[in-house]
């Protein structure tokens, strides 16, 4: 969502690089491009007017001009202010002293409601706690049986007393089937009877801010006095997401703000103003369709990827998530005990890989990773999954032992997975690189360099660098590599490399290292050799 204005805002950083000292002069340039990138990205004018009012401030201030690297210092004074505007710190969830913990979820009907309260009720399950969804969106046609099935999903019970709207008719101006108060009211009695420690509540919504709506919410929130009242936006409306949150504000008083559809291609303006302007934090969001795609809101990670910075931090915490730790110990027994590693321990490698989601994703959390944007969106995420038939198609001795893999079995293999002979060499490779590197660590070395890969990284499949083309490009600058430009020295370099392929060698005196068993005066008889047409007169110096 944030890369057009992550790219604007990297390459307004580019232009301060190389300089000792900015003037009042550069600091306004990079002012100016900072306000034209946040608008462009449909930031609301009155948050973009105190964010550069803010960086102009301090940048003119002594700490950038006595600074070692000032260009440094403004992405770093651009960067705290970021975070301020994004809601400065992390704001966790408030639990009940006594449970259950009651959260009400409100919003505009199509902001993921429904869709987000199964992933909030996941991620609270797997902290330990027992949810339970409540169905109190008797309007919208099907609501009801929506949370059904993503409670269902999510392997939490569900409180749906009444079946709401199941015709698909309009029922806004119509009598409404059951009370959304009363079912509210006894979701939580319900929670509290069962011994739920969290009650999470679906309120239905409008197309448009109107007074039922407004109306229904406030009596809910009587009704229930939540701990929590969470307003759900979608960060793919625009300017239009500051006046909901501002009218919600004024009718129903939210407490924290979650922000659904992240990972859409809007400008994010949703994002860097509804914080600032309701003063109220950004706690969780919403960045992909399935409940796992769920996280906590960190400004300060936020801003680190807005700038290029990456997000490590949350990069980790998922891999703790998806990967077994069991299996990850007997991973480093095995390298720790020098046993090799075979394309069975591939496989499960790049099987733990697919829990962490999406990989452009993950490897756009890394630093830096803006720049190979094109590289990353070229991506191929099916091809894990090819590489998981390829393995799965050979025998458990081929797995263990790559090297009887001869080309009849190279063919079944690639029959077998309905790939071709050249994906399944091409797969080997890789697994050769992969082994070489997990033989180096477990002698205590460190990563060797893997040939196609940049900066020394194994290569990835599917990623640009590690394919077929770069490798022959390499092997060709390899040849070409020691061979002079003029065509005398040329000639000359290549009459002893066909002398040293015939046993010879270039001319050296005897007793010398490279000349043993030779004199000055041993030639060789070039027109006794059966050689093709044109190289008796290179080897007999141009005779």
């Keep these: 969502m944030f890369n057009s204005l992550s790219d604007r805002l990297t390459a307004t950083f580019k232009n301060l690089r190389g300089k000792g000292r900015l003037s009042e002069a550069d600091i306004d340039a990079t002012v100016r491009e900072i306000r034209r990138a946040l608008l462009d990205a449909d930031v609301a004018v009155p948050v973009v007017r105190e964010f550069t009012a803010a960086v102009r401030e301090r940048a003119l201030s002594a700490e950038v001009s006595g600074a070692l690297n000032p260009a440094q210092q403004v992405v770093q004074i651009v960067n705290a202010e970021l975070v301020e505007i994004l809601g400065g710190q992390t704001r966790e969830l408030q639990l009940a002293k006594v449970p259950p913990t009651v959260i009400m979820l409100a919003g505009l009907q199509g902001a993921g409601k429904t869709t987000l309260a199964g992933k909030l009720a996941l991620a609270l399950k797997e902290q330990g706690h027992t949810p339970l969804l409540v169905a109190a969106d008797l309007q919208r046609p099907n609501a009801v049986t929506q949370l059904s099935v993503v409670a269902e999903r999510a392997g939490v019970p569900a409180f749906a007393p009444h079946p709401g709207n199941v015709h698909g008719t309009d029922s806004e101006s119509g009598p409404l089937i059951g009370d959304p108060v009363a079912v509210a009211r006894d979701g939580v009695a319900e929670a509290r009877a069962k011994q739920h420690d969290v009650v999470i509540v679906d309120t239905a919504g409008r197309l448009g801010i109107d007074e039922v709506l407004m109306r229904q919410a406030a009596d809910i929130r009587t009704a229930i006095d939540p701990d929590e009242v969470l307003f759900v936006i979608d960060a793919m409306i625009g300017q239009d997401a500051v006046n909901t949150a501002q009218a919600f504000l004024e009718g129903v008083d939210f407490t924290g703000v979650v922000l659904s559809k992240l990972d859409g291609d809007a400008r994010g303006g949703a994002a860097l103003s509804v914080a600032k302007v309701t003063g ?39 891999a703790e998530r998806a990967f077994d730790a069991e299996q990850a110990e007997r991973m480093a027994e095995k390298v720790a005990s020098g046993q090799d590693f075979t394309l069975a321990d591939f496989m499960v490698q790049m099987q733990q890989m697919k829990k962490l989601g999406s990989m452009k994703k993950m490897l756009g959390m890394l630093p830096g990773m803006g720049q190979m944007r094109d590289q990353l969106e070229n991506f191929d995420e099916r091809e894990v999954d090819r590489i998981q038939a390829v393995i799965q198609s050979m025998t458990p001795a081929e797995r263990d032992n790559p090297k009887i893999i001869n080309g009849s079995r190279r063919a079944r293999i690639a ?7 050249t994906a399944v060499n091409q797969l080997l490779e890789r697994f050769e690189a992969a082994q070489k590197m997990m033989r180096q660590m477990s002698k205590g070395g460190g990563m060797p360099a893997v040939p196609g890969a940049p900066g020394g990284m194994p290569g990835l ?22 061979k002079s430009g003029n065509p005398a020295k040329r000639a000359q370099q290549e009459r002893e490399a066909m002398q040293r392929a015939l046993g010879g060698g270039p001319k050296a005196p005897a007793g010398s290292a490279f000349g043993v068993g030779k004199t000055a005066d041993d030639e060789i008889d070039v027109e006794s050799l059966d050689l093709p047409g044109g190289l008796d007169k290179l080897l007999g110096g141009g005779r």
């Design 280 to 318: 109220r934090p950004i706690m969780f969001a919403s960045v992909g369709e399935k409940l796992t795609d769920f996280e906590v809101f960190h400004p300060d990670r936020m801003a680190s990827r807005i700038l290029d910075m990456g997000d490590v931090l949350t990069l980790i915490e998922q």
């Design 415 to 421: 029959r077998g997975s309905g790939q071709t002979t």
């Design 461 to 482: 499949p599917g990623m640009p660098g590690g394919g077929k083309k770069s490798r022959g490009k390499q092997q060709a600058q390899r040849k070409v590599k020691g």
